[in-house]
Each structure stands twice: as C-alpha cells, then as structure tokens.
C-alpha cells in the first residue's frame, strides 16, 4: 500500500471532522492525479485542528497541512521571498543541507536555504530527484505566491518572473513527481492574484479556503472560553455571538475577545454589532458599505403592489423557505419615486443586514479582480445579506467595454456567475436599483439572477400624495400643524411633484417655520415654501424614465392606471423617440 493510501486509512476517521476544504485537498491528494495545489481565501486565519472529541487547537495554514493532512512525515517544506527554504522540522532541515553539500560543495548553508525563487527551485529541484529512490513522500508549501507567479501579461514578466512560472508549469505537469509522490502547494488569498496559467492550467487542484462559518465561530468562542478569557454581556453566549458575527474570521473573533478581556469589559450586543460592521469595512478595503435602517415597510407610502411582494419574500425568510425567492430584484423608477428607501425598509423588515457595493475598481492591472474577489468571499460568509446596487447600469458596465485590457469584462463575468449561482438562493439578495433598466445587460436581468423587476412611480392621487405626505412627516420626525394638507396646495400652485420633491418641501417648511420663530410648520409655512419651491424640470429624461420602468416590470398590476392599456409597441416607438431627442441615439 502507497503513501497516499494510507494517508486515507490511517486518518479516516480524523478526515471525517476535516473541514471540507481539507477533505477535498485529502482526497484530491490520495487520487495520484495532480502535483501542483492553489489554496486561496481565508489563509491567513486561526485553523481548527481537531485533537480530540470537543477539543480544538486553532494553528496556522502551514501548521495545519503539516500536522492535519500529512502527519509532519517524510518532507515537508516551506519556501517564501522573506524566509527562504525551511523545513517543518531541524530534522529535515539537517537532512537537506547534508544531502545538498554533497551534491554542491561549494554552495554554503545560506545559499541553499536561498529565499530567491530561482536559486532555491533549482536545488529543491534536485533535492526532490535525489529522493525519489528513497520513495519518501515530499510536500513544498510555497506561502505569498503571488509574490513569486503574479497575475501579470507574460511580456512583462521579469526573467525571474518566467523562470518560476515555467518551473512551476512543468512540475505540476511532470509524471515523475506524481509517480515520486512529490507535492507543491501555492498559498495565495486571491486567485486572480496569480498567473491565470497556473490557475487555469488543467493540471492545477484549486481549493478555497472559506470564511468560518457558525459552527466553527462557536467551537472557537468556547475554546477561549475555555480558557477564561470570554466575557460576554447579558443575553449573549457563545452560540449567540457566533450567529451574529457572520462574515468575521477567527482572527477578527480574537481581536474582538482579546480587546475585551484587556479592557476587562463584557462585549455587548450592541459593541458587537458596532465592530463587525467596522471589520467588515475594512476587510472589504473600503468596497462594502453597510447600510443602516431604523425604518420596515410601514414607513413606505403607496407602491402597494411592491411592497406586497417584498411583505411575502419577508415571510418566506422567517418561514425557512428561502427556496422559493428569487435570485435578485431589478428596482426601477424615476429619479425621486424612493428606490433605494425602499430597499433599506425590506432590510428592515427582515433584520438582514444590507451592505452597498462601492467601486472596487483599479487603474493596475489584476488589482480590481482580486478586489472583487475579495468581496464575494465576504459576501458568502455573511449569507444571509442583501446587496445593494445603485445605478447599477453605470456601474456594473458590460460583457463588450473596451480600454482597460479586458479587467470590465472579467468582473462583468465574474458578477453574473456569482448571481446566478443557485446555491445562495435567498442567501445572498441582489438589488439593482437604476432610473434606466433599460441600459443594463440582459445577462443581469434575466430569469436565475435579477429575475423580480420591480418599479416604482410617482404618487398619481391625492390621496397617494396625503398618504406621503403623512409617512415623511413621520419620517422626518416633523411637527405639523393638525389639518394640514398638501394636495390642494399643490394642484394651487400647479406644482408636479416626486417623493423626493415633497420631502424637499417639507425640509424647507421647516427651515421657514424656524425662521418665524414656532417649531410647528403652519399651513402658511407649507404654503410660502410650495409657492417658491421650483422642481428640477426634466421632462423628457423623467418620461423615458417612466417608460422603460413600465416596459421592464414584472406585474401589471403595480403600473398606474395610465400606463396599464398603453400598447406595448407604441411606448416602444415612444422610448425610441424620446433617446432621439435626447441625444442618445440617432435618427
């Protein structure tokens, strides 16, 4: 029986309580069909290593591949640009310098322990090929890869650059290190941080390494605790911080434990709360932006139909049948209809946290891959969240944009395979919200990824305009003089006027009423501030914008009545129109 058998056997039951990543680096292992590993994401964090039922030890990546998967046996070797060669034991370590000065007399102990790539592949080259008679199993774990095979056009690769990616392209492609049983492993946190040689090589296993979930937080929680070093509020245990803290990794768990127990100071609900949000932000390096809401759907005036559909989803969630939402929502409407508002009170309806996708773009080449990359591995550690996008026509772009060597098009990608991924269905919630639906992607907005089309338009009552008026003065937690209105004041003053447009008016009702010395806004307030105010007049932006939403909506029954009989193909000859006048296409 080989090596790699009875790695299987003699750990069979320790693979059971593997993560699943290093079950799969075990198994991909023992299948003799691959040299050369990529493991990427959560790298650089505590490790749970199992020693006995109940009992976990928390180690580092290397620690945990030499120990938990391969036992510390035969060779083990760590190579980066700072430490050079180092071996998991002095051991091993005696035993390479002894075999290398034989083979290179006059090369000394620093020069063969060299932490330049080309130097030290050249003799663990030749250290591998002097064992393989001694059939002794050989794993090179190389950590900062992307140090040594960036992700970078090969034209600008440096010599050295080249020599590693063709000295590590051919070692995974080698029949004799598979036959030799010899193993390297690559450690980078980003895939698109590496040579897409290597990574889209056939030859290359690529395991990625998540952000711990709940399971694993609390096994980590009552370690430390354990320990004595857990002091934790009312109403919090182990298991209720390990559910609110979705999305943070160990290290960010200790950092918050340790930070408590040298100020001798219980985590709070709220402190918890308050600093995942911080680590989160700058985990994401400023790409994620949480949304904060103190507001449901009780706070949002008319669009009855859409916050129907939103009232159901929110059932849904808390019934568990998160198997019957839709993948993501395109919201769209006119400038000021309370889009985003909108989204914010489902957030709140649900108690799901929502977070903003901020730019994630760079002018160097790979960076905006890896910052996107960054990011969804956020995204499914804090599942469940929702995602907000706001102008998402502008700032998600498409499958054809030119000038930036290709980076749009491979995030554009990378995004829409992420949506449509079902297995984050009613986990991770797209919102894409845009005034023109029309201008995003069909590859988007199409059944499996932001499938609900939602949209939202102006009040077309008075009474839709009295019920807005009543939820911003609740809103805006503003004193209004009992009995008064706005609808007849404005058909007074012939004023057209959005969501937006009324809480303009009702914000400098209220600086006049302060100006005049009451708190209370009196209907003279109202009145002086409706007959000054002055709308911002884009009529025909505002019509098309109206008519692409109605063009792209999902349900006929949330249209006003003036657009539920319009025929179809007459408004599309209208949209044609109007982007004649406008400028955007020609005649």
């Known amino acids: 029986m080989g090596e790699r058998e009875q790695l299987i056997v003699k750990n069979e039951e320790v693979i059971k309580v593997l993560p699943a990543w290093a079950q799969e680096l075990a198994i991909k292992y023992c299948s003799k069909t691959a040299n050369l590993y990529i493991l990427n994401g959560n790298i650089r964090d505590f490790l ?15 620690e945990f591949i030499s120990d938990v998967i391969f036992g510390y046996k035969d060779i083990i070797i760590f190579f980066d640009r700072s430490s050079g060669i180092n071996f998991c034991s002095q051991e091993m370590q005696r035993d390479y310098l002894k075999t290398m000065g034989k083979t290179y007399p006059d090369a000394s102990a620093e020069e063969l322990l060299s932490s330049d790539p080309t130097r030290a592949f050249k ?40 020599y590693s990616l063709v000295t590590l392209n051919r070692w995974s492609q080698d029949p004799i290190f598979t036959k030799g049983d010899i193993s390297v492993i690559l450690l980078t946190e980003n895939l698109s941080d590496i040579s897409q040689r290597l990574v889209r090589s056939p030859s290359t296993i690529k395991i990625n390494i998540p952000i711990p979930d709940e399971k694993v937080r609390t096994s980590f929680l009552n370690f430390v605790d354990r320990q004595n070093s857990l002091i934790l509020g009312d109403r919090l245990n182990a298991e209720r911080v390990a559910k609110i803290t979705s999305g943070l990794n160990l290290m960010n768990l200790n950092q918050l434990v340790a930070e408590s127990f040298e100020a001798d100071s219980a985590i709070s609900l709220d402190y918890l709360k308050y600093r995942k949000k911080e680590i989160i932000e700058n985990e994401a390096c400023g790409m994620l932006e949480f949304i904060e809401t103190e507001h449901d759907l009780s706070m949002v005036s008319g669009h009855e139909f859409v916050k129907k559909r939103f009232k159901s989803a929110a059932k849904a969630i808390k019934l568990g049948r998160l198997d019957v939402l839709p993948m993501g929502y395109l919201i769209s409407g006119a400038v000021g209809t309370g889009k985003s508002f909108m989204v914010t009170a489902f957030a709140g309806e649900i108690g ?40 998402a026509d502008a700032f998600l772009g498409n499958r054809n944009q030119d000038g930036d060597a290709g980076t749009s098009n491979r995030i554009f990608s990378q995004l829409a395979s992420f949506m ?15 005034c023109r639906p029309d201008l995003l992607p069909i590859d988007l907005k199409r059944q499996g990824r932001a499938e609900e089309h939602l949209a939202l338009f102006y009040p ?16 805006l937690k503003i004193k209004v003089q009992q009995g008064v209105g706005i609808s007849d004041l404005l058909k007074k003053y012939k ?11 009702l914000i400098r009702a209220k600086f006049n009423a302060t100006m005049n010395n009451h708190v209370i806004i009196t209907k003279e307030d109202l009145e002086e501030t409706i007959r000054d105010f002055v709308s911002p007049a884009y009529p025909h932006e505002i019509e098309l914008q109206n008519l692409v939403a109605v063009i792209e909506c999902t349900g006929k029954e949330m249209l006003p009545k003036k657009f539920q009989n319009l025929d179809r193909s007459k408004m599309v000859e209208q949209i044609r129109e109007l982007k004649i006048l406008l400028g955007e296409i020609s005649e």
């Open 460 to 475: 077309d009552t008075n009474e839709e305009r009295e019920n807005l008026f009543e939820t911003l003065i609740k809103k």
């Open 420 to 434: 449509g991924n079902t297995d984050y269905r009613g986990k991770i919630i797209w919102f894409l919200i845009t």
């Open 352 to 391: 799901v946290p929502i977070v903003k996708l901020k730019n994630f773009r760079s002018k160097w080449q790979g960076v905006s891959e890896a910052n996107f990359e960054k990011v969804l591995n956020i995204l499914k550690a804090m599942a469940p969240v929702g995602v907000l996008i706001d102008e």
């Open 123 to 162: 003799y663990l080259e030749k250290y591998f090929l002097l064992n393989l008679p001694k059939k002794l199993r050989i794993v090179l774990i190389i950590d900062y890869a992307e140090t040594i095979v960036s992700n970078c056009d090969i034209s600008r690769m440096t010599d050295e650059d080249r």
């Open 495 to 505: 004023l057209e006027s959005s969501g937006a447009d009324i809480e303009a008016i």
């Open 48 to 62: 749970p290593n199992q020693m006995c039922e109940g009992e976990f030890v928390f180690v580092r990546i290397q």
